[in-house]
């Protein structure tokens, strides 16, 4: 099946400590994102990528790492500089300009 | 960073009522969508609209574009408990050369009794 694999669903971080949230996507999308999402609030860009090798910051970047070495992969990571990373993560990718964002089912991070 | 202002924040309604929302913005946005996102999972893109005026139905759903291009609207009718969810707006911006940026609204919590 096509589409937007996030991994892991659940993930705890210690004090401290940086840790990776996966996105795969199969979907032969060039354009990937990640959002934050904190309750009663809407999605928060963090990072974007048009194209492998290249990725810009957000609206909220500060704390946070990417990288695009492929097409199908964007792993974020979360690092100890991010003083409040309890939130839900999501990862989107699109098609083309002008055209929806498809978006994984998303990881729930939280401090250990 | 910009969010669109999105009503009402919730609803709790009967099975079988018709619903409302919508999402009104300062700027002009390209493409307007609609998502619904149950507890604990990604969005789902519900439905997509690319031209000011431009009214599309998807099942029971229905949504428009506004002609001013600052705001949409959507429409469920005849709702049933699996309706139960958040929705959200989007909005459908440029963000320098060719990427778009979404900013969303702030969610529609619907809540169904049977």
């Known amino acids: 099946d096509g589409g937007i694999t996030q991994s892991p669903k659940y993930l705890f971080r210690k004090e401290g400590q940086n840790v990776t949230l996966s996105c795969e996507q199969n979907l032969n999308h060039d354009a990937m994102y990640w959002y934050r999402q904190d309750p009663g609030q809407g999605l928060r860009l963090i990072y974007y990528s048009q194209i492998v090798n290249d990725f810009q910051k957000g609206d909220i970047a500060e704390g946070y790492s990417v990288s695009r070495e492929k097409k199908e992969s964007f792993p974020l990571t979360v690092t100890s500089a991010q003083k409040n990373p309890t939130a839900f993560y999501l990862c989107?990718?699109?098609?083309?300009?002008?055209?929806?964002?498809?978006f994984g089912d998303g990881t729930r991070l939280s401090i250990l | 960073g910009q969010q669109l202002n999105q009503s009402p924040q919730s609803m709790f309604i009967q099975e079988g009522e018709d619903v409302s929302m919508n999402c009104t913005s300062s700027s002009i946005f390209n493409t307007w969508l609609w998502y619904k996102q149950d507890p604990g999972e990604g969005p789902v893109l519900l439905i997509a609209l690319y031209k000011a005026g431009e009214l599309t139905s998807n099942g029971r759903l229905t949504a428009q574009f506004g002609i001013t291009r600052k705001d949409s609207f959507l429409n469920i009718s005849a709702s049933i408990p699996s309706d139960v969810g958040i929705y959200f707006c989007a909005g459908l911006t440029n963000y320098g050369g060719a990427t778009n940026k979404l900013i969303f609204g702030t969610g529609t919590l619907l809540a169904v009794q049977p």
């Open positions: 989107a990718s699109q098609t083309g300009f002008r055209q929806p964002q498809h």
